[in-house]
């Protein structure tokens, strides 16, 4: 069992890690150890070892989240860990430094206040990789006149900076997290399919909409027509692709893997009543499916995501699916997973999910499952599926204590009264 230090009072709880090829193995040992000691990990990619990847695709997301708070620090690793510091220090509030000795590692806090520790997958082994890990995220800045002094003439030097745009194209980097009061998640649920409407669990598989998912698209189009949008990400899958495309929404659309639906693994293509018959107590948002992503993996993606949405600004549109969009919201308001059975998600439907009152420490969900006129429910989102239950009182309680907004308490003022529709499904 690793060290419980991440737990000592004032120890960062949420860290970020990202590497490329030559880091891969060791940001998987690492991320594992983290979460073992209780942190709160965001891994920015890459996903999967890839040969001909890039470090500055998973390194400058990561780096832009640790100057803008959405991680409190930063490990970040390739090869020999000199690439990886070279890139992040370009990230304007970004403090980071190849790191091979203790030393180093509490020193480089105390006196420089780093923030982002790099290291060589190929170069340290996995037990001093975790040592010192370790002695960096327990390390506090001092807070000496000195040592201020000289980070004040070290931040003379940097300049504002564009901020990257990073068109996802394979489920590769993430982008990073950062904290803006104007922005506003419009999520879209993709429309009808022939498996949606006959209740069949549809993961990776890309099936095309129905004739009425193609007028469901088109009626989510024209509930949103003359919003402007900063930027309009649609899931990699064609159904939630050819609703992005039906909609018609001013931007030009951008391709986001981790938009992309639960996958189902085993159980694709089978109903609600097919997998209780094998699996009596089955829950999908606690079991997952065989083969298929985990509870904890789906909420990791979710998390990858929006961290990399609170870097952007004013309204985004998402186009994605039925079990990643409730997870999604579960997560959005700091609920676990398991939480998000809670959430139902009718085909077409619209979501907002903003700050409360501007405060980026308040996400709030301002409209929930808002469908267009006469849809007809989802046979694979009713109430039963996944053993679902009904929003208790109690849920509703925490997600007021947690910094929630219920849609009574604060309705969306983006949309005509009459475009407002019952939010239950």
């Known amino acids: 069992m690793p060290d419980q230090l991440i737990l000592l009072p004032g120890t960062p709880k949420r860290v ?32 999967q070892p890839v040969p001909d990847d890039d470090y500055p695709d998973f390194i400058v997301p990561l780096a832009l989240a640790v100057a803008q ?4 620090r930063g490990v970040a690793i390739c090869g020999s860990g000199v690439g990886a510091s070279v890139v992040a220090n370009k990230v304007t509030g970004v403090r980071a430094c190849l790191i091979q000795d ?10 420089d206040d780093l923030n982002l520790i790099c290291l060589g997958g190929l170069v340290v082994g996995f037990g001093l990789a975790w040592e010192l890990v370790k002695i960096f995220l327990v390390a ?18 940097e300049t504002p900076q564009p901020r990257w745009k990073v068109v996802h194209t394979a489920p590769r980097a993430e982008r990073s997290s950062g904290q803006t009061k104007s922005l506003r998640l419009y999520l879209i649920r993709h429309g009808a399919t022939e498996w949606s409407l006959s209740g069949q669990y549809t ?11 193609e007028d469901e698209a088109r009626s989510v189009g024209q509930r ?21 495309t039906l909609a018609a929404l001013a931007g030009t659309p951008e391709i986001e893997p ?13 109903t609600f009543a097919d997998i209780l018959a094998s699996r009596p107590d089955w829950n999908l948002f606690r079991d997952g499916f065989p083969n298929g992503e985990t509870p904890d993996q789906t909420g990791a993606r979710a998390d990858r995501l929006i961290a990399r949405l609170r870097t952007l600004d004013g309204n985004v549109a998402l186009f994605s699916h039925g079990q990643f969009g409730r997870v999604f919201a579960a997560r959005w308001i700091g609920l676990p997973v398991e939480q998000a059975q809670s959430f139902l998600l009718n085909t077409a439907s619209l979501s907002i999910l903003c700050y409360a009152h501007g405060d980026p420490d308040q996400p709030a969900i301002e409209l929930w499952n808002s469908s267009p006129p006469h849809a007809p429910s989802d046979p694979a989102h009713e109430p039963h599926a996944g053993n679902t239950q009904q929003m208790k009182g109690p849920l509703l309680d925490q997600w007021d204590n947690e910094g929630g907004m219920t849609p009574d308490k604060e309705r969306t003022q ?4 009459e475009d407002i529709q019952d939010e239950t499904g």
Request: hydrophobic letters at 40%.
């Open 258 to 270: 981790d938009l992309a639906e639960w996958d189902n693994g085993d159980d694709e293509g089978r």
């Open 16 to 47: 970020g890690i990202a590497a490329d090829h030559g880091g891969y193995a060791l940001k998987e040992y690492l991320t594992w150890m983290l979460r073992q000691a209780g942190a709160d990990v965001i891994d920015f990619g890459n996903s």
């Open 414 to 417: 983006h949309l005509a009264p």
């Open 102 to 111: 203790s030393f180093s590692a509490h020193q480089g806090v105390e006196n």
């Open 224 to 244: 949103l027509r003359g919003i402007p949008f900063a930027h309009v990400l649609t899931s990699p899958l064609q159904r939630a692709q050819q609703t992005c």
């Open 140 to 157: 506090q800045f001092s807070g000496a006149e000195r040592h201020r002094r000289r980070l004040a003439k070290i931040a003379e030097l």
């Open 69 to 72: 708070g959405a991680v409190e």
């Open 203 to 213: 993961g990776k598989l890309d099936i095309a909409l129905a004739a009425q998912g």
